[in-house]
């Protein structure tokens, strides 16, 4: 009874390291699947043209626009927000006017909220509202930047669908200027939209000229790619632990086991069993061992992983994640623990077929 016990205990030890290592694979293989998606969505995306990584330092000179075709201009600057009677104070926004010449979005921002109109994204109403600020009854608010502050009417929210960030406030260009005297004639950044290079001519060649940087909206999705492919890379650590794991779990259990039935063990080589056979008896227990916990543990894992992702929606995390269930997820944890039972397993094994030797020889 306690034999069995301790086996059974073992079994389910050895299930959840493997179910970690399967869960681990089947997460990683889908972020791998989702990162693929994604960036077959964008490779024919825009390209972003900027002076600095920081958007909101970026300076990029207006005469570069006469170089250019198909383009959105975008000034851009770190604000803080107040409310006109100075009893509400939220910082790290960003205030944002928009330059669309040949209708992109078919939203011309400098032209469209003209005067001391703002409109403002679903994000920053919700956050204003939680800051005490009714937006149907207010709508004056101060925005303030390193340089000047200027006063807006909170006139709409621009359209959800819109390809920027809805916590930006949009402002006009003139509005822009004074808060960022900087600004004047000058651009935080440009997004290219769908550049014909033998139309218009080398694109890099007229960044080049004048001192800018370019990125393609793919290099983002590069950024995710390369870190899962780091992750998919590292798996081995896991692999390995794993592994170092479930071999002493097999090589303890074993070795118990071969204490508790030593009196079997006499009796057998008294029978005339030969080494073999109590090497290939010790030796497939420890396998069975490891074959039952490999299969419970991949079941585990793949419903582990598959809960994690369906629990955190409940959380309000949205993951665009589906744990990837293929044959390697499969293989590798059962493969895994068949290698660690045989190792963790033979180990003790051939020190039992050799307990009555070390006997008769003395």
Not at 287 to 302: C, K, R
Not at 326 to 350: E, N, Q, R, V, Y
């Amino acid at each position: 009874m306690k034999s069995n016990k301790r086996i059974f205990t073992t079994t389910i030890g050895i299930a959840f390291c493997l179910a970690y290592l399967t869960g681990t694979i089947a997460i990683a293989g889908g972020l791998h699947d989702s990162t693929e998606k994604v960036s077959a969505t964008f490779d024919q995306g825009p390209s972003m043209i900027y002076s600095n990584e920081d958007l909101s330092k970026s300076i990029i000179d207006s005469e570069i626009l006469l170089e250019l075709d198909n383009y959105i201009a975008v000034k851009f600057i770190n604000i803080s927000i107040t409310n006109a009677d100075q009893n509400m104070y939220m910082e790290g926004l960003y205030a944002a006017s928009i330059f669309d010449p040949m209708g992109n979005i078919a939203f011309d921002f400098p032209n469209e909220s003209a005067g001391n109109n703002a409109f403002l994204g679903n994000i920053s109403i919700n956050r204003l509202k939680a800051n005490g600020f009714d937006t149907s009854l207010d709508s004056r608010l101060i925005l303030e930047s390193k340089y000047n502050s200027n006063h807006i009417n909170l006139n709409a929210s621009y359209p959800p669908n819109l390809i920027f960030p809805n916590d930006w406030i949009m402002v006009s260009e003139e509005k822009m200027i004074e808060l960022s005297p900087g600004l004047d004639n000058n651009y935080s950044f440009l997004i290219i939209y769908d550049w014909d290079e033998e139309a218009n001519g080398d694109l890099q060649g007229i960044v080049d000229s004048h001192g800018l940087k370019i990125r393609s909206t793919t290099s983002v999705v590069a950024f995710f790619e390369s870190g899962i492919y780091q992750v998919e890379d590292n798996l081995w650590a896991i692999v390995l632990t794993t592994g170092m794991i479930v071999i002493l779990l097999v090589y303890s259990i074993m070795s118990i086991e071969i204490q508790f039935h030593k009196a079997t063990i006499d009796n057998l080589k008294g029978l005339g069993a030969k080494r073999r056979v109590i090497i290939g008896i010790f030796t497939l227990k420890a396998l069975f061992i490891t074959m039952a916990g490999g299969i419970l543990g991949i079941a585990l894992g793949i419903c582990v992983a598959n809960g994690v992702v369906s629990i955190s929606s409940l959380f309000g995390i949205n993951t665009i994640i589906i744990p990837l269930i293929k044959m390697d997820t499969l293989l590798l944890p059962l493969a895994l623990s068949l290698m660690a039972g045989l190792i963790g397993g033979l180990l003790p094994s051939l020190k039992a077929s050799g307990i009555v030797d070390r006997r008769d020889a003395r």
